[in-house]
């Protein structure tokens, strides 16, 4: 056939784009599981960067952060009864991909609504660390509306139920050089020993803007904000203070006394 | 025989990709801040361009010249596209470092330019040989420039410490400039510079020739 010709023109064009778009989804589909696991190892080593238990999480292998990870007790937490749910199993059920599906999906009141999330699952993944059979800390999910992106991280409290061990941020679009350092190990680390709630059980922690001065009163609740990037820090404190208010993990955590030593008699 | 030879070692020095054509200058300049980078860019770029010159070239006598370049650029974006999930599923953390620069080779001028110039009226042994020959045209200039830039801006080589920096007791003060993408620009200058001094035949002859103007006339 005449290579100029409009037909040999539309042939060539058309079986070029089915061949080319074969080979792109295969090539997608089938490297999905493996770039997925991947991205399941990344969350479990962030997890384990903030249990308390491991060495520092860059200098352990693949196989000793899994490890780690087994030994952690993931437990699923109804939120709106404050319970521990026990019809799922924590290890293979995963809440953050149920939040959108309407039979776990709760609506959150616009006024309470301090993540901007709009929805949410009834049930989250939790872990609690145990050194001894003695609990040592509790890894709670946080997310919420940065100023670009949704942020998800991590809280670890300590067995008070009010003291910040740790916190880690896996997953953020933020501004890069300006609001991405919250994924900074150096800010982070200045969340440890900040407190969450005061006497009465009100929740004062706070993001303050530039740095925080030690020797105020209620300092203890306030962590430093980032130069430049008031927005994302005024994101990450709104998503904790959702996550540690009335509508996120506060009815648990006051419960948590009575549905822990229950859990245990299971 | 010598079409072979020449094909794959003309785009070495004497009709390098970079410094003849100047071809390929955004991912010289952005991802040869470390040499690790610069070694996994040089591998995708070379297989990327020798799977699209072998496809071209197997396609060459059925190519309307109407559509040629939207096929060839669909051949060429669709094998970018597995080598960056190839790149994401195996290296997933060198993927990051890269970001969207393995997607841009897409863009990059010497995959197009060797398949409209070679590929495209070559047979495909020769055509895979001229897709090697300019792989490793590119990659050695890129490597080049990475192994001056990371070294005099970090002290560092694939994170092996051979200039110990000030900062850590050493006596060696790194060149922060260089770890900025316009230092590439200084040090492929300088190369392609040197190049030239060597090779003159190399030097474009100049578009046009400055009138001289008579300084006494019209005052």
């Not at chain 1, 959108?100 to 609504?113: K, L, M, Q």
């Not at chain 1, 306030?222 to 203070?241: I, K, P, S, Y």
């Not at chain 2, 794959?8 to 801040?33: F, K, M, Q, R, W």
Request: hydrophobic share 45%.
């Amino acid at each position: 056939m005449d290579n100029e010709s409009p037909l040999k023109a539309i042939i060539v064009v058309v079986s070029t784009a089915l061949v080319c778009s074969v080979l792109v989804t295969v090539a997608a589909v089938s490297l999905q599981p493996i770039q997925n696991a991947y991205q399941d190892l990344e969350r479990i080593g962030y997890i384990v960067g903030i249990s308390g238990i491991a060495e520092p999480v860059e200098e352990l292998s693949e196989l000793e952060i899994i490890a780690a990870f087994q030994d952690l007790e993931p437990r699923i937490v109804d939120l709106e009864r404050g319970t521990f749910d026990e019809t799922y199993n924590p290890r293979t059920f995963d809440t953050r991909e149920v939040a959108t599906a309407p039979e776990f999906s709760v609506t959150i009141p616009t006024a309470e609504d301090l993540a901007r999330l709009g929805q949410r699952s009834r049930l989250a993944t939790i872990y609690l660390v145990r050194e001894n059979d003695e609990l040592v800390r509790i890894i709670l999910p946080v997310y919420g509306q940065g100023m670009w992106s949704t942020i998800y991280g991590f809280v670890a409290i300590e067995n008070d139920l009010n003291t910040i061990a740790d916190m880690t941020i896996y997953e953020q679009g933020e501004t890069p050089g300006i609001g991405d350092p919250i994924q900074s190990r150096e800010w982070q680390t200045r969340w440890q020993g900040r407190k969450l709630y005061d006497e009465d059980g009100t929740l004062r922690f706070r993001i303050i803007r530039g740095a925080v001065d030690r020797s105020s009163a209620g300092s203890i609740y306030e962590v430093d904000g980032l130069t430049g990037a008031t927005m994302t820090t005024n994101g990450v404190m709104n998503m904790v203070r959702y996550w540690f208010g009335p509508h996120g993990f506060e009815t648990f955590l006051n419960n948590f006394s009575t549905v822990s030593s229950a859990g245990d008699t299971q | 025989m010598m079409r072979a030879r020449r094909a794959l070692l003309a785009p070495l020095i004497d009709e390098n990709p970079v410094t003849l054509h100047i071809l390929g200058i955004c991912s010289a300049v952005a991802i040869t801040n470390s040499l690790h980078s610069a070694l996994i860019m040089s591998l995708m770029l070379t297989s990327v361009l020798a799977y699209s010159n072998i496809v071209i070239s197997m396609m060459r006598r059925h190519l309307p010249s109407s559509v040629r370049i939207i096929v060839q650029m669909t051949v060429i974006a669709s094998g970018v596209i597995v080598a960056d999930e190839l790149l994401q599923t195996f290296a997933p953390e060198t993927a990051q470092t890269l970001s969207v620069f393995v997607g841009l080779i897409i863009t990059n001028c010497i995959v197009l330019g060797r398949a409209e110039a070679f590929a495209a009226h070559n047979k495909v042994g020769l055509s895979l040989l001229d897709a090697i020959g300019n792989g490793i045209g590119f990659s050695l200039i890129l490597i080049t420039v990475a192994f001056i830039r990371e070294l005099f801006g970090t002290g560092a080589l694939m994170e092996v410490v051979i200039l110990k920096p000030v900062s850590d007791g050493g006596w060696f003060e790194p060149n922060m400039m260089l770890l900025l993408p316009p230092s590439a620009f200084f040090i492929i200058g300088c190369i392609i510079w040197g190049i030239r001094s060597w090779r003159p035949q190399q030097v474009e002859r100049a578009d046009f020739q400055p009138i001289a103007i008579d300084e006494s006339e019209g005052k």
